[in-house]
Nanobody
C-alpha cells in the first residue's frame, strides 16, 4: 500500500509560480512511474505530467509544456511539480498519483487546490 500526500497549493495571480510536493510512503518497491493530474470544475481529470521513477523520463500535457517541470527526489520519495507562469486555466485540484506499470495509475493523493486569478 502506498500513501501519497500533496502540499503546496494555494491562491496566486496570473504569471506567478508555485511548487507542488507529493510525499510518498509505504510499499514503494516496484513503483514504475508517478505523475500529476488535475481536475477543474465540470471537467474530467487530466494528466499534467509524469515521470518514470527509475528512468526519469518525463512527459507533459501540451497545455503546460515550457511552463511546468516535474522532478523526483528518489532518496526522500518525493515528487515535485514546478509551475511557472500560471494562468487562470490552470485552476484545478491537483492530484499526485503512482503506479506499478508505466502510465497506469492506481494510487492517488487527496489533492491540493490551485487557484489562479487573472
Amino acid at each position: 500500500q502506498v500513501q501519497l500526500v500533496e502540499s503546496g497549493g494555494g491562491l496566486v495571480q496570473a504569471g506567478d509560480s508555485l511548487r507542488l510536493s507529493c510525499a510518498a510512503s509505504g510499499r514503494l518497491y516496484g513503483i514504475s512511474s508517478m505523475g500529476w493530474f488535475r481536475q477543474a470544475p465540470g471537467k474530467e481529470r487530466e494528466l499534467v505530467a509524469d515521470i518514470g521513477w527509475s528512468s526519469g523520463k518525463t512527459r507533459f500535457a501540451d497545455s503546460v509544456k515550457g511552463r511546468f517541470t516535474i522532478s523526483r527526489d528518489s532518496l526522500n520519495n518525493t515528487l515535485y511539480l514546478q509551475m511557472n507562469n500560471l494562468q487562470p486555466e490552470d485552476t484545478a485540484v491537483y492530484y499526485c498519483a503512482a503506479g506499478y506499470f508505466t502510465g497506469v495509475y492506481n494510487t492517488w493523493g487527496q489533492g491540493t487546490q490551485v487557484t489562479v486569478s487573472s
